[in-house]
Nanobody, 120 residues
Framework: QVRLVESGGGLVQSGGALRVSCTAS????????VGWYRQAPGKQREMVAV???????NYADSVKGRFTISRSNAQNTVDLQMNSLKPEDTAVYYC??????????????WGQGTQVTVSS
């Protein structure tokens, strides 16, 4: 069973920085793609950044150059460093772990979410 716990959200002024972290339980972290998604009020959940088990990263165009995702397989953690924050970055940020299960296909696990609010 995989459990994801996020921390580090909060309120910051435009142009500021925040770091959100996610700690995973279970034994499949190191072989899984992990990442961050966000959902703003009235909008669909969208991918922010993901990192594969090989360390390959992918970012949404809206955050490229401002956000950095990193992972530690030793500690089962994935972090998102967010710099130069904008009011449009305001959302609930969700940690995600994605794993391929034989005979099932892709299985997604989600954290409970952490609120990030950027004031103008």
């Amino acid at each position: 069973q995989v459990r994801l716990v996020e921390s580090g959200g909060g309120l910051v002024q435009s142009g500021g920085a925040l770091r959100v972290s996610c700690t995973a339980s279970g034994s499949i972290f190191s072989i899984s793609t992990v990442g961050w998604y966000r959902q703003a009020p009235g909008k669909q959940r969208e991918m922010v950044a993901v990192i594969t088990s090989y360390g390959t990263t992918n970012y949404a165009d809206s955050v490229k150059g401002r956000f950095t995702i990193s992972r530690s397989n030793a500690q089962n953690t994935v972090d998102l460093q967010m710099n130069s924050l904008k009011p449009e970055d305001t959302a609930v940020y969700y940690c995600n772990l994605s794993n391929m299960k034989r005979g099932v296909g892709r299985v997604d696990y989600w954290g409970q979410g952490t609120q990030v609010t950027v004031s103008s």
